[in-house]
Every structure is written in C-alpha cells, then in structure tokens.
C-alpha cells in the first residue's frame, strides 16, 4: 500500500432490506473494484463497504459509489462515506454509559445540522428511549430495542433535513476492526 492510499468506511442506507435493492455483495465488491477503489471488503448485508482509495474526497467518493450502484443495479441509495478516524471518533464520543453504549444505535449524519433543527428536534422525547445529537451523529438508545422504538431515521432526517444511516455497537465494532486490516 503506498502512503498516499486513505482508508474509509462507506455506509449505503437502505439496500438488501426486506427483499427491496437487492444488492448481492460479492457483486459489489467486484463493482466497486473495477471503479478503482482498492481492497474492497464488505460487512454483512446491509450496505457496510471498507476500501481503500488515492481519492481524498468523501463527496467524490460518495458520488463515485452512488453512480455505479445506479448504473449497474437500477436504483438511488443513499451513501455516506467517512474515515475510519472519523468513525472511531462518533464511537468514542458516544454520550451513554457503557451498558446503555453496547445497546446503542449510531445514526450518522450527511453533515451537522443546523443548531435550531437540532433544538427542535430534541423537544420530541419518547418513555423509555433516548437521544443525543451531538456533531454528525445521533446516539440513540431504547430500552425496547431499535425495532420497537417509537422514534426513527426519517423523523431525524425530516426534523434536521439531512440524510442519515444507522449502525448498532457490535456493526460499529467491526467496521472499525475492519478498516484498520491491510
């Protein structure tokens, strides 16, 4: 690898869910490859792609992945990609304790959102869920677990008006083992 090579994680929203954007990863990789990102791995089904690139921008990159999805499956996925530094960073910086962290849901945003969306959205509260929007990341907690929450990714994505992906601990855990893998 030579040193000018950056390593990032992208995050695709919203392919391979209940049989919709049928996405077949093996197929993606190869896709992806041929475009000129290197080292192309994925994670599981939901759209978790680590690779590495010469390309310095996350927008270039983004829009990179986006057209040759479009191009070669048919259809508009939302695609957020960020370095593994980035990431560890919306790890580490989760407000929760540790017990309530390892249950947690880490919605990353496309940018930070203005400070008067974020102070509307945050007036909406749930019994027995919890939020943090800190920076481009909404840490998110239930009790209930994610699939019984009350709250969901487009209520934030309305509220804020960015786009938003979300990842559990134990998907963030190896993602950040992952990236950092020759």
């Known amino acids: ?9 992208a995050l695709i929203r919203g392919i391979n869910v209940g049989g919709h954007k049928k996405v077949p990863m093996a197929e993606l990789r190869e896709l992806l490859t041929k475009s000129g990102l290197e080292n192309v791995k ?24 986006k057209d040759n999805i479009l191009n070669h499956f048919g259809f508009d996925v939302s695609v957020l990609v960020k370095t593994r530094e980035e990431l560890k960073t919306i790890f580490n910086d989760c407000p929760f304790s540790k017990e309530k962290k390892i249950n947690s ?11 008067s969306l974020v102070e509307e959205a945050s007036q909406k509260v749930y019994e027995n ?3 943090s929007i800190l920076k481009n990341c909404i840490y998110f ?7 019984n929450a009350k709250f969901s990714l487009n209520f934030f994505e309305r509220k804020l008006k960015i786009n938003a992906t979300a990842r559990n601990y134990k998907t ?11």
């Open 1 to 9: 690898m030579e040193e000018n090579t950056y390593h990032y994680v």
């Open 42 to 65: 994925t994670y599981i089904q939901s759209g978790n792609v680590i690779f590495q690139s010469k390309i310095q921008s996350k927008a270039e990159l983004e829009c990179l992945i």
């Open 105 to 115: 849901y880490f919605a990353m945003l496309s940018e930070i959102p203005e400070k």
């Open 129 to 131: 869920e919890e939020y």
């Open 141 to 147: 907690y239930s009790e209930k677990g994610y699939g």
């Open 172 to 182: 963030m855990v190896k993602l950040l083992s992952l990236s950092t893998e020759p």
